[in-house]
């Protein structure tokens, strides 16, 4: 397949420098995430996943590809909407997305064994009270040395929300949107406004550990969080973890151009992309005035490699024999809240009104039609909600170009699937391909440095930047009043926007 996908391809290419991609290598605490039963590929590891050192042992890898940060995924039920409601026995059966672990457990485990690498780790906003998330992150951040980053989520499954909120359903989106914000901006300020950042002084001659004058209750006073503080914990290597978030919906993009440092979107084409990457940056600087480089964009991207194009569908093929496709359609499902087993086995779904969209956007452009549940299957059983790049090594990489060139990304989280194959292809082919072309670094900037240098590749730039509208939450100087005087200002200043 040429994936040049037009003649004036090079007129649409982007002026920017050229520098390194970021890198992330994107996983789940769980058998699989979202490759449907692949567990059971001969050669597989994944059924290891709740043993420390598969995490190590990922980590060392990770880091030796220079990789910028391992992101673990998670969910908090299982997908039980398919021939439902409530029937997580297709999910259980296939090992999809259920059961798991708590993936901040193995983190300071694989900090130990690396010096460079990052971890990005989803957390919901419906998982615990935003005091004791604060606290988590900010130890997070104490054992790494400053190497975590916080997925911002307020997740989708009702499965999650009937055990998390005493049976009640998930609040509307737009109102889970507004109670993600006011929870945000707890953590916000427990972090960077409850310590003054030289605070803890571990003096012996004063016998003071902590100044008392330079610690200040926050008094949060929310529509659903009353919070009154300090923080728990000191300040910490980052100040706040770096801050990641994936919605692409419209209060989603707000969300990443208030909060987020890094934003996840799929486009299956560069050009698509292209429309998702300038709204992310168009309503940062409309409403936050952020700059270009203050929000970057990653495209979450599964990649499958061979020596031509025909040899990688070969894989890609030798992959979908061992999917469990009524657990992909489960999982759909539960992405999109529809049970797709109330449409006929033979129905074309691109004639269906009401999943037609669903369909294009899993299939991109690689089915034509029709697409029945088992084609639809087929294909998101093997490389889930990520945009497909696969061909030769040639064709992967050029499109992987296209994708920042054109698409207007800043880098991709790989999804594997099969463990260790897909990852060994990464790591031994592509990533070498990127590092001859360029564009992906020999070391890290700052080695030994936090993720937030490593990201922005600045050595000392460990906290939050200026133009991000948490920075103005930060304690640097001054007593008690003249800093409660300027916090009031700034937030006076966001609220106007």
Not at 121 to 136: D, N
Not at 239 to 268: D, Q, R
Not at 392 to 398: D, M
Not at 458 to 478: D, F, M, N, Q
């Amino acid at each position: 397949m040429d994936y040049r996908e037009a003649s004036n391809i090079n007129k649409q290419r982007l002026s920017r420098p050229k520098k390194p991609f970021i890198l992330n290598l994107f996983t789940q605490s769980c058998v699989n995430s979202q490759p449907a039963g692949l567990w059971g590929y001969p050669g597989d590891i994944s059924t290891e996943y709740n043993t420390l050192s598969y995490w190590t042992d990922l980590a060392k890898k990770a880091e030796a590809a220079k990789l910028n940060a391992i992101f673990i995924a998670d969910v908090l039920g299982p997908y039980d909407v398919y021939n439902g409601p409530k029937n997580y026995d297709y999910v259980a059966k296939a090992g999809t997305q259920f059961p798991g672990i708590d993936p901040a457990i193995p983190i300071s485990a694989m900090a130990s064994v690396t010096k460079s690498l990052g971890f990005g780790i989803t957390f919901s906003t419906i998982s615990e009270h935003p005091y004791l998330l604060a606290r988590k992150l900010a130890t997070l951040d104490f054992m790494t040395s400053g190497r975590v980053g916080w997925n911002i989520v307020s997740s989708y499954l009702e499965s999650a929300s009937r055990n998390l909120l005493n049976g009640e359903p998930l609040p509307e989106k737009t109102v889970r949107y507004a109670k993600t914000d006011e929870y945000v901006q707890v953590v916000v300020e427990l972090l960077l406004s409850s310590f003054r950042t030289d605070a803890v002084k571990a003096d012996p001659i004063t016998k003071t550990y902590a100044d008392p004058d330079l610690i200040r209750t926050i008094n949060f006073e929310g529509q659903w969080y009353k919070v009154p503080g300090p923080s728990y914990t000191s300040p910490t290597p980052q100040g706040i973890p770096v801050l990641f978030h994936a919605g692409t919906s419209p209060s989603g993009i707000e969300t990443a151009a208030k909060w987020g440092e890094i934003a996840f979107a799929t486009g299956n084409t560069p050009t698509s992309l292209r429309s998702k990457t300038d709204e992310f940056h168009d309503v940062a600087k409309r409403l936050y005035d952020r700059d270009r480089d203050d929000l970057k964009v990653l495209v979450f991207v599964t990649v499958i490699v061979g020596e031509t194009e025909t040899q990688a569908w070969e894989k890609f093929n030798r992959y979908a024999e061992y999917t469990d496709h009524e657990a992909a359609l489960a999982m759909i499902g539960g992405w999109v809240n529809s049970d797709l087993s109330r449409y006929d086995d033979d129905a074309d779904l691109l004639q269906i009104e009401s999943v037609r969209e669903i369909v294009k956007h899993f299939c991109g452009d690689y089915i034509k039609g029709p697409i029945t549940k088992k084609t639809l299957a087929r294909h998101v059983s093997v490389k889930g909600t990520s945009d497909l790049v696969i061909g030769s090594l040639e064709q992967v990489v050029q499109r992987l170009i296209d994708y920042v060139e054109i698409g207007g990304a800043d880098g991709f989280n790989f999804a594997p699937i099969v463990n260790p194959e897909s990852y060994d292809d990464l790591f031994e082919l592509v990533i070498p391909e990127l590092r001859t072309r360029g564009l992906s670094w020999d070391d890290y900037p700052v080695p030994g440095g936090t993720l937030r240098e490593n990201l922005n590749g600045v050595k000392g730039e460990t906290h939050l930047s200026k133009s991000h509208p948490a920075h103005g939450y930060i304690w640097r100087s001054g007593g008690r009043q003249e800093f409660e005087s300027d916090l009031n200002r700034h937030k006076r200043h966001l609220n106007k926007k």
